[in-house]
Every structure is written in structure tokens, then in C-alpha cells.
């Protein structure tokens, strides 16, 4: 126990990140260490470290007899089934180091393992009694019913014991009144309730259900099956004991509830103050400003960008200065953003006239409260469509499918579009007769994609091993010459422009971005050499960035592992394979 508390701040503060959608996001850490903490209260709990013995307890081995009394009773009366004999406990299967006073037993000779009913879909219905399901354990707040008039076994109360055993693992003690529980569910009845603690058994199933789903079966869906689950060997301490290891167990849990909101809370003080730091680098309104800015920044560089989140949150702020002509020096040599702009119009002009693309109708006109602020000399505030075409996709012709096997036509995918480039996973394949229909909706490794539904507003690189393939119609190319392709992706995945795809959107009960607001989009143009150097400065930092992340997360690892290993080292007495008690040997 002393290793535990010598290294608590290295392990309670033992994070992981879970990432969603495009990436990690504010307030969504994993406080790993505070878990292997709450792991090991159980753990102890159920091996009789937690709380001291005393001798005048009446012996588990009394409950056992008093149990068997009940369960042959019950059988007697009819209220229960006589049960097939389960498996003699064999020394290997028991724990070492157990104190005096508690006994061990098959958990299916103290308590009916009862399953639920599976439900045909006409059966669940929007009104009666409630069904609970296992999504509605978890993460599910959609409610179904049923008129049926089952066997009272069928149905679960508050407060009585279950376990869902498929696809999520775990107890609970159920307070949601009376309803009828799906077939993944089951209701455990203890055979005596005065000899168990209903909370005990709880905190037992708790500590160890991560074990019973490693020892599940199943392909599709990971689930544990009944017979396994009633051969489970359960330890049994005296009652008083029981009760006395249930009141520890809940102050000690409510003490890590207080440790994991001092953490949550510190970490969102954390990333607050990150966001406000970055945030007056880009609100600065002279040099000068932004040099104060940043000097607030470094000066406390090392504490301040201490997780991934607030790492990409640095590197979007790299993005935005970039955007705003903040990251580079102007040179008054370069060709005005100006004369780009004319040199486009009149290589389009030239095509429109050749009959290689239509006229575009005229962008309108950026106001001065459109902009949202000043840009550098050389710079223009132009459109998106002003230097672009923006074209989309197209869905599979009716009547055509996916291929069954690898042809030389790849239809590109959303899910395939991830962090700014195509990914080779999962690709889908068109037959040629399926390409010739829509062989004019492919993309080019010299366009850029945009992402449309889904997931909007992802704009990415084209690799050249997806030069010419087919484009869903839930993205669109955007096509363009005499502009810098890694600069306009850049920019365009820059908070600025991505809040203006969003904004889009908003009013829409199926949010689609509609190309002619994709090239209405105000977008900050730079000279091309300045360009140039943008994107090379955002790729040295965003390789900084990136090693810095790298080193943050062999930091966090090394944490998390010393936060295993000193919990593995306060039990190292009882071996872990001893521990689970969750065997089915016969």
C-alpha cells in the first residue's frame, strides 16, 4: 500500500484520449489512472485486503449450509427447478492467501442466473411495459414496449440484481421500476437473500467483468454464455464482513468521485487558459502585440501544451495566423495577390471562349463587413469561385453496384477521406460498364476534395494513386491552376473557412454543403511566392508540433503503464490469474 501512496500524483493523474470524429476534442480525456485506482479498490475488496477481519464474525462456510437449506426448501415447494450439479471446486481454481473466515463457491449454487426473453420486432411496441435493453444500460435513451403477460420472471424492480452479457459487459442494481429485460440481460436471484449482500455481489461482478468479457465467446458479437457464467468461482466472506467491505468500498469511491472532478475541472481551467493565450496571438492588432503575445506564450510553453488537445489547438492557431499574413513577412517584391487574380480571370476567359468550361455567374462582391479583418499589402479578399470551379460527384447510376472484386476503377468514398488525403482503406470498385456512365465525375491529383455530407468541409490532397477515379456525390473537386495546391488546403481547413462551411449548413435538417456556396466562400489570397513560404513555414511547425505530440503521448504511455504496474505491484502477493475467480474448469 505504500508503493500506492508514495507514486498516487503519477498515477491518479495517468490520462488517455479518446478521439471522435475529426479528432480530440476539449474535456474528452480518459482519467486512466483515477480507473486503475476505483480497479484496485475492487480488487482488494474482493481478495480481503480492504477491510480487517474479525473472528467473532459468523463463518461464510454457515452461510453456505443456510443457502443449500433455502435452495433445497425452494425446489421442495416448486418455486424453483432442481438444477444440474455443478463442477466440484479444484484447489487450483481457488485463491491464495484468502483470510480465515470465508469460503468459496460456484456462483450458480448461490444465486438463479435467469435469462430474459428475446423480442420479435412486431412485438416491440411504443407503448405498454418498458422493455429494457442493453443499449438502454449504456448509451440508449430510446424506449420500446410490450403488452405481453409474462412469468414473473420475466419482469426486474428496482433493486433487484442484473448483467448484461452481450456486446457491453456489466452489473447493475436496477432503479428504474418495474419492466420486462431483453434476452442479453440477466436477472441474478440469490436462493437466500439474508446470507448475501446484494452490494457485494455488485462490487464482485465489478471488479471482475473486464475478465468475463476477455473470456466471452463470439464473433459478430462479443457475449458470455450462461453456463460459463454460473461456474464462476465467487468468493464469500462473512456477512458483517461483507457489509463492512461494501460501506469501505463506497467511501472510497466516493473519494476518487472527488479526485476525478478536481482533475476534470483542472483540466478544462487548462485548456481555457490555453485557448485564451492562442487566442490573443490572433486578435493582436500590430506587431507589436503579437510579439507580447507570444512572449506570454513561451515563457510558459512547457506547462501550457501538455496534451494533445492543446496541441491541435496550437496548430489551428499556426493555421489562422497563416491565413491572416501573420506567420511570415510580406515582400514588396512579390507579384500582388492582384495580379494573380487577373491572370486567372483571363486564363478562364480564355477556356470559357475555347468552350472548356461555362461562364460562371458573377461571384458577388465582398463588403467591408465581410471582412472579418485587414489584410496585409499585396493580399486580396477574393471568393473561393473567383480562382476555382467547384464540381461534385456522382452517386452510382440506378440499376448498377458496387463490384465484387478489384477492377481498375475505384469509386472514392467520404469514409475513405480522412485528415487531408484519400486513405486505401475499404476501397469500393466499378465495373467498367458502371464507369463509362459517370466517367465524367472523377478527380484529378492536381484538384483538391471537399467533402459535402457526412462529414463536412474536409478538404484534402489527392494521391496520385487515386488520379482519375470515380467521386461520390457526397464530395466535390475543387479545380484550379496558378495557385499553390498545399496553401488552399491549409486554408481551407483553417478555422476561418471552416466556420463558414458550417454556418452553411446550419439551417438544414440534412446539412448538405451545396457547391455554389462552397465557391461563394471569402477566402484571404496572398501572392503566390508568399504562398510558397506559408506552406513551408506551417510544415516546420506543424513537424514541431508533432514531435512534441509524439513526446507527450511517450510521456502519457510511460504514466499509464507505471500506473498498471504499481497497482500490479500492491497485489503482487496474489497472483493475477488467482484473482479473477473467473474460471470454468470442471
Known amino acids: 500500500m505504500n508503493t500506492i501512496i508514495n507514486t498516487f500524483d503519477t498515477w ?5 484520449l479518446k478521439t471522435s470524429g475529426r479528432g480530440i476534442r476539449a474535456n474528452n480525456q480518459s482519467l486512466l489512472g483515477i480507473q486503475k485506482l476505483r480497479e484496485l479498490i475492487l480488487e482488494l475488496a474482493v481478495r480481503g ?18 443457502i443449500e437449506a433455502e435452495k433445497k426448501r425452494l425446489i421442495k415447494e416448486g418455486k424453483i427447478k432442481k438444477q444440474a450439479p455443478l463442477p466440484e471446486i479444484a484447489d487450483d481454481d481457488k485463491p491464495e492467501n484468502v483470510p480465515s473466515g470465508w469460503s468459496f463457491a460456484r456462483l450458480g449454487n448461490v444465486l438463479q442466473v435467469i435469462n430474459g426473453r428475446a423480442y420479435k420486432i412486431h412485438e416491440m411496441l411504443q407503448e405498454g411495459t418498458p422493455l429494457l435493453r442493453v443499449g438502454n444500460l449504456f448509451t440508449s435513451n430510446e424506449w420500446y414496449y410490450s403488452d405481453l403477460e409474462l412469468e414473473p420472471e420475466k419482469y426486474i424492480d428496482s433493486g433487484d440484481l442484473i448483467y448484461s452479457w452481450s456486446a457491453s459487459f456489466g452489473p447493475f442494481i436496477w432503479d428504474g421500476g418495474k419492466v420486462i429485460y431483453h434476452y442479453h440481460i440477466w436477472k441474478l436471484d440469490f436462493f437466500d437473500v439474508t446470507s448475501f449482500d446484494k452490494m457485494f455481489m455488485y462490487q464482485y461482478l465489478s471488479s471482475i467483468t473486464q475478465k468475463i468479457k476477455a473470456s466471452g465467446n463470439g464473433i459478430a458479437m462479443i457475449h458470455m454464455t450462461k453456463e460459463r457464467m454460473e461456474k464462476l468461482v465467487i468468493p464469500l466472506p462473512p456477512l458483517a464482513e461483507q457489509q463492512r467491505i461494501v460501506a469501505k468500498v463506497d467511501e472510497l469511491m466516493a473519494l476518487c468521485d472527488q479526485l476525478e472532478q478536481q482533475q476534470t475541472e483542472s483540466n478544462a481551467a487548462h485548456q481555457t487558459l490555453v485557448e485564451l493565450l492562442l487566442g490573443a496571438l490572433t486578435s493582436a492588432a500590430s506587431p507589436a502585440e503579437l510579439e507580447e503575445a507570444w512572449q506570454r506564450i513561451a515563457s510558459h510553453f512547457d506547462t501550457l501544451f501538455t496534451t494533445e488537445y492543446c496541441i491541435d489547438q496550437l496548430k489551428q492557431t499556426i493555421l489562422q495566423l497563416a491565413v491572416m499574413g ?17 491572370k486567372i480571370a483571363k486564363e478562364k476567359a480564355q477556356l470559357v471562349k475555347e468552350g472548356k468550361i461555362k461562364k460562371q455567374d458573377p461571384l458577388p462582391e465582398i463588403t467591408n463587413d465581410k471582412k472579418p479583418f485587414e489584410l496585409p499589402k499585396g493580399w486580396e479578399w477574393t471568393r473561393l469561385g473567383s480562382f476555382s470551379e467547384i464540381k ?33 482503406d475499404n476501397l469500393k470498385y466499378v465495373s467498367k460498364e458502371t464507369q463509362s456512365e459517370i466517367s465524367r465525375y472523377t478527380i484529378s491529383k492536381n484538384d483538391l476534395y471537399i467533402t459535402i455530407a457526412g462529414t463536412i468541409g474536409d478538404v484534402g490532397i489527392v494521391p496520385e494513386y487515386f488520379d482519375g477515379m470515380q ?7 475543387i479545380v484550379f491552376q496558378e495557385i499553390n495546391k498545399t496553401w488552399l488546403q491549409k486554408t481551407l481547413s483553417s478555422e476561418m473557412l471552416q466556420d463558414q462551411f458550417i454556418e452553411k449548413t446550419k439551417q438544414l435538417a440534412q446539412p448538405k454543403l451545396a457547391l455554389h456556396r462552397i465557391e461563394s466562400s471569402c477566402i484571404p489570397l496572398p501572392p503566390l511566392a508568399e504562398q510558397h513560404r506559408i506552406v513551408a513555414k506551417v510544415d516546420e511547425l506543424f513537424a514541431l508540433c508533432d514531435a512534441l505530440k509524439e513526446c507527450i503521448n511517450q510521456a502519457q504511455t510511460t504514466q499509464n503503464l507505471l500506473a498498471g504496474a504499481v497497482v500490479e505491484q500492491a497485489l503482487v502477493k496474489n497472483p493475477a490469474d488467482k484473482v479473477g475467480y473467473a474460471t470454468t474448469n470442471g
Do not use: W
Open 12 to 16: 491518479t493523474t495517468a490520462q488517455t
Open 49 to 66: 485486503k480492504l477491510v480487517p477481519q474479525d473472528p467473532k464474525d459468523e463463518p461464510a462456510s454457515v452461510l453456505l449450509k443456510k
Open 326 to 342: 501573420k506567420l511570415v513577412p510580406q515582400d514588396p517584391n512579390d507579384e500582388r495577390a492582384s495580379e494573380l487574380l487577373k
Open 392 to 424: 461534385g460527384g456522382k452517386r452510382l447510376p440506378s440499376g448498377h453496384s458496387f463490384s465484387m472484386t478489384e477492377t481498375p476503377y475505384i469509386y472514392v468514398q467520404v469514409t475513405n477521406m480522412k485528415n487531408g488525403t484519400i486513405l486505401c
Open 471 to 477: 467521386l461520390t456525390e457526397n464530395a466535390a473537386k
